[in-house]
């Protein structure tokens, strides 16, 4: 779909769909470790200088032409609402106001992309100087590439989960590495011991299905550190658990990081995929041991 201009002749309007959750989207809008990297028509790149996506903050940056010319912009952000909307004032020349707006439906993401110029002859020679119809989209042809590249590159990062509890270090420690206390809140370990080499299994799983999880302790600085090999008998593939303590005061803050997933294989019923691994986690520090620290 190519931008079409509205009776006004001054405003620009462009709609694209994406195969990416709404929460992808989003980041990748919001984010200057993101935006930099596809912001802009074919051949730029960008500097971003300060982005607080708030109303009223500012968004500054500096667009880098192909040709070695240098587009600063200043912008302020008048509407944030996430997942749903949003607008900025493009205070500096040429003045216009952009909204973005986000819906989602399944797995899929439209975005609704709105310029609105001050006037007719501004919005003509923007067209006509810089090619702002066909900048807007090759803007959002960059975001596409940029976004299937970054799912992909997220397929091999490893799972990471903080959680803080209000729980001195010491506790906090014993919850996760001694086998009584990691009965009330982990598995029910056979035997476990804080000591690297130290082999144990356990089984788990859901919906009628187990699997026999096999571990070994690779690491450990008391206190501190804990980290484990992590694999299940009669599959390949091989992972490893951390967690990492951090004392803040009277609390503790729990740094888990799960590696090697995507080594597991593909299985019908998808219990090795990635997200049961960021939901199961996810729930242990969120629920289960917060539950039993803090209770």
Not at 33 to 44: S, V
Not at 255 to 280: M, R
Request: charged share 25%.
């Amino acid at each position: 779909m190519e931008p079409k201009s509205s009776n006004t002749q001054r405003e620009l309007r462009l709609s694209r769909t994406f195969n990416a959750p709404i929460s992808l989207v989003w980041e990748v809008f919001t984010t200057p470790d993101h935006i930099k990297n596809w912001w802009g028509p074919n051949g730029f790149t960008n500097t971003i200088h300060k982005m607080d996506v708030r109303p009223g903050g500012e968004w500054e940056f500096i667009m880098h032409g192909p040709d070695g010319k240098d587009y600063p912009n200043s912008n302020v952000f008048t509407e944030v609402v996430k997942h749903e909307r949003i607008v900025f004032d493009h205070v500096s020349a040429p003045h216009h106001i952009t909204t973005i707006t986000f819906t989602a439906s399944g797995g899929e993401t439209t975005i609704e992309w709105h310029m609105i110029f001050d006037s007719k002859e501004e919005f003509e020679q923007v067209v006509k100087t810089y090619k702002a119809d066909e900048g807007l989209v090759q803007n959002l042809e960059k975001l596409k590439v940029y976004m299937a590249s970054d799912a992909e590159a997220k397929k091999d990062a490893p799972v990471v989960v903080e959680r803080t509890y209000n729980a001195p270090i010491d506790m906090v420690w014993e919850a996760i590495s001694n086998r009584d206390k990691m009965a009330e809140w982990y598995f029910d370990l056979a035997a476990f011991m804080p000591e690297v080499g130290f082999e144990f299994s356990f089984t788990g799983g859901k919906d009628g299905r187990e699997f026999l999880h096999l571990c070994k302790v690779t690491k450990v600085i008391p206190g501190k550190v804990l980290a484990y090999t992590w694999r299940y008998d009669g599959y390949s593939g091989s992972s490893e658990v951390t967690f990492e303590l951090f004392e803040e005061g009277n609390n503790t803050r729990v740094k888990l990081t799960h590696t090697g997933i995507e080594t597991f294989p593909v299985i019908p019923h998808k219990d090795l995929a990635k997200e049961n691994f960021v939901a199961g986690w996810t729930h242990i520090l969120g629920t289960s041991l917060k539950e039993y620290l803090e209770k």
